[in-house]
T-cell receptor, first 115, second 115 residues
Framework: DSGVTQTPKHLITATGQRVTLRCSPRSGDLSVYWYQQSLDQGLQFLIQYYNGEERAKGNILERFSAQQFPDLHSELNLSSLELGDSALYFC??????????????FGPGTRLTVL | AQSVTQLGSHVSVSEGALVLLRCNYSSSVPPYLFWYVQYPNQGLQLLLKYTTGATLVKGINGFEAEFKKSETSFHLTKPSAHMSDAAEYFCAVSGGSSNTGKLIFGQGTTLQVKP
């Protein structure tokens, strides 16, 4: 158990819908990262928040957005869903803002299926 | 830009045999390198990391990796494979000029261990 929790574990929805994925980092960790894992794209970095502020952005679509709340949990919002958004979405957390000094601990992921 | 290439999407070894998983990276700045393991239906777990210092890095479960700057490689090895090592392995790079810990992952290598 990494100490990072993600809810829900599974999500099945239809095209055009909007969903919210939730992540609670390990106690004391200030950074939250979101990654998408799909068969065709592999593991891709989406976005990082550090202590409530956006720190880095990767290949995140405009239809996707995220935020980190004062209690440090984070939410990833996916809207106007398409079939291609079906993937495993991981959240990771680390103590600081720079991952090479701070190990990233990964949650178990949320599997999103868009029908 | 940084990138990671893992040679071989599938590697099969016999139990007790040497495990060698190959990783080459591209980075314009000193890289920070990681190996993660993903067991079925689980998140990623850090096996080992290289930041600075000793180029031979030892990790958990008997794995080790050697950073070779001249070859831009960070291959993962284990002297004797165990059935429990069957999983997917990801090489990743972090660092660069940006103040972020985002990880850039390779495509992954699935390790099969035959009895």
């Amino acid at each position: 158990d990494s100490g990072v929790t993600q809810t829900p574990k599974h999500l099945i929805t239809a095209t055009g819908q909007r969903v919210t994925l939730r992540c609670s980092p390990r106690s004391g960790d200030l950074s939250v990262y979101w990654y998408q894992q799909s068969l065709d794209q592999g593991l891709q970095f989406l976005i990082q928040y550090y202590n409530g502020e956006e720190r880095a952005k990767g290949n995140i679509l405009e239809r996707f957005s995220a935020q980190q709340f004062p209690d440090l949990h984070s939410e990833l919002n996916l809207s106007s869903l398409e079939l291609g958004d079906s993937a495993l979405y991981f959240c990771a957390s680390s103590r600081g803002g720079q991952g090479h000094y701070n190990e990233q601990f990964f949650g178990p992921g949320t599997r999103l299926t868009v029908l | 830009a940084q990138s990671v290439t893992q040679l071989g999407s599938h590697v099969s070894v016999s139990e007790g045999a040497l495990v060698l998983l190959r990783c080459n990276y591209s980075s314009s700045v000193p890289p920070y390198l990681f190996w993660y393991v993903q067991y079925p239906n689980q998140g990623l777990q850090l096996l080992l990391k290289y930041t600075t210092g000793a180029t031979l890095v030892k990790g958990i479960n008997g794995f080790e990796a050697e950073f070779k700057k001249s070859e831009t490689s960070f291959h993962l090895t284990k002297p004797s494979a165990h059935m429990s090592d069957a999983a997917e392995y990801f090489c990743a790079v972090s660092g660069g000029s940006s103040n972020t810990g985002k990880l850039i992952f390779g495509q992954g290598t699935t390790l099969q261990v035959k009895p």
